[in-house]
């Protein structure tokens, strides 16, 4: 049977011992050994046939060692050609289980032993081969998938090490894999993670607008090992619909409400306004009348315009996308604001794909708010200053609302719709420019400046056009 030569790197493959035995020769110092024993029977036939005939000593000897070297020759060959197919065959196990499946014992046939042998062999290769491609075409398509999935998977063992993370789980923890796997979950600071029962409500940013996570934990065992799967699935923005949904519902009734008692008392305050005409022109209770209609009608028109406001929050209609330029929505934003100097960086134009009219709104709400942060601080009113920039990330387009105010004081109620700390103001600026944001699938943050300058730091994040 022909068979293949392997390389010398190959050949010197460390083999698996077979069991526990004693030391005793190799098989094919045992099969020399039997071979040669089977020739001295002929070798002493020979010298006896030789004695019988009177040969001379020396023909004698010079023959024996002639027939002892054609054995010997013969025994090499017979050896060769038995140990080199057993060879070739553990060289071929060898290679499959360090994974190589490229080798293959030639000239194996049916009805030979060792034939039968080499094609079973070939075949159990061909198999392995097989199924190790298709472990690998899975593995890709998990990675794949894993990689494309929005909802961040991670898998620690049982000493709380990172053990998997998909893309995901990077952008919402601000990681990195090669950095991250085999690191604790205390020193990731994810222990409130790994701390989690399965369907648990997390909130992993701060308490502005937190992304709000549900939790599905589960186990697996690798290698023997269990480990635990965490897949966090994002409920933020089905959560803010309903609350939504809720205020909707909710100024529906106050609407309803107020309007059946604002139109008798603006009926009644109107009456009675009418009824001052009897009333002689310097009597005190005349002008007490009047100073307490005029109260009646100035706080029902603020509830008046304050359930408007509400109801244009409410009821912001879905964006219509089209091309714009984002350095001209700036400029028309920019022109609006008078009351304090805004300084647009030189930052390079953005074709956005969004709603211009709702993301100008959004916009002007942001500058308007800056403005009066900056204005209501204990500086000069011709030092107040606004400085407007924006960046592309690669992923997201962020513009930047800085002021010179005195900061944020309690950032937790900022999107609060009906909280507001400014006298005149209705609590829907920010509540209406972070639901104009999350329509466009951004989102809307703010934070105390960290450029060594007092103030706020306002970002309108947008996601990048494809």
């Known amino acids: ?68 070297a054609c054995w010997a020759f013969a025994v090499s060959l017979l050896t060769e ?26 000239g194996g046939r049916r009805n030979d032993v ?29 990675e794949r998938v894993m990689s494309s999935m929005p909802s961040p998977v991670l898998a620690f063992d049982p000493e709380g090490k990172l053990k998997l993370l998909n893309t995901a789980g990077e952008r919402a923890f601000g990681l990195r894999v090669p950095m991250a796997l085999g690191r604790s979950a205390e020193t990731l ?62 100024i529906r009734v106050l609407g309803h409400e ?63 996308l089209a091309p714009v330029s984002l350095a001209m929505l700036v400029e028309r934003v920019v022109r609006l604001e008078t009351r304090v100097n805004v300084v647009v960086m030189d930052s390079p134009d953005v074709a956005l794909i969004v709603d211009a009219d709702q993301i100008q709104q959004a916009l002007i709400n942001l500058t308007r708010n800056a403005a009066e942060a900056a204005l209501s601080a204990d500086i000069p009113a011709e030092k107040a200053r606004i400085n407007l920039a924006w960046e592309n990330t690669g992923r997201e387009i962020v513009i930047a609302i800085l002021d010179n105010g005195a900061g944020l004081m309690n950032a937790e109620n900022l999107f609060v719709p009906f909280y507001t700390t400014k006298p005149t103001g209705t609590g829907i600026g920010l509540a209406l420019a972070q639901q104009i944001a999350q329509a466009h699938k951004g989102s809307v943050r703010l934070a105390n400046r960290t450029d060594g300058q007092t103030g706020c730091r306002a970002e309108l994040r947008l996601p990048h056009p494809a």
């Open 1 to 68: 049977m022909a068979s293949e030569q392997r390389t010398s790197g190959a050949a010197q493959r460390k083999r698996l011992p077979l069991g526990a035995s004693r030391r005793r020769l190799s098989f094919e110092r045992r099969l020399r050994i039997w071979l040669y024993l089977l020739g001295l029977p002929a070798l002493l036939l020979c010298w006896t046939l030789l004695w019988q005939h009177t040969v001379e000593r020396s023909i004698q000897f010079l023959l024996l060692l002639l027939f002892a």
């Open 81 to 106: 050609q038995i140990t080199r197919p057993l060879q070739t065959l553990a060289n071929v196990v060898a290679a499959l289980r360090e994974d190589d499946y490229s080798f293959r014992a030639r």
């Open 114 to 142: 060792l034939g039968d042998l080499a094609l079973e062999i070939n075949a159990l290769a061909a198999l392995l081969q097989s199924q190790r491609a298709g472990s690998l075409e899975a593995m890709a398509l998990v």
């Open 189 to 250: 600071k994810l222990t409130h993670l790994l701390g989690a029962s399965d369907d648990d409500l997390l909130s992993l940013d701060g308490v502005q607008q937190a992304t709000r996570w549900v939790v599905k934990r589960s186990s697996f065992r690798l290698r023997g090992v269990p480990h635990a799967l965490f897949v966090l699935s994002d409920v933020s923005a089905a959560l803010h619909e309903e609350e939504r949904t809720a205020w909707k519902r909710l």
């Open 258 to 320: 107020i309007n059946n008692s604002l139109t008798p008392i603006k009926s009644i305050a109107g009456s009675l306004r009418g009824r001052l005409a009897s009333l002689p022109v310097d009597s005190t209770d005349g002008h007490d009348f009047e100073g307490g209609l005029e109260v009646i009608e100035d706080r029902a028109e603020s509830l008046n315009r304050f359930l408007q406001a509400y109801r244009q929050l409410m009821g912001l209609p879905a964006p219509k």
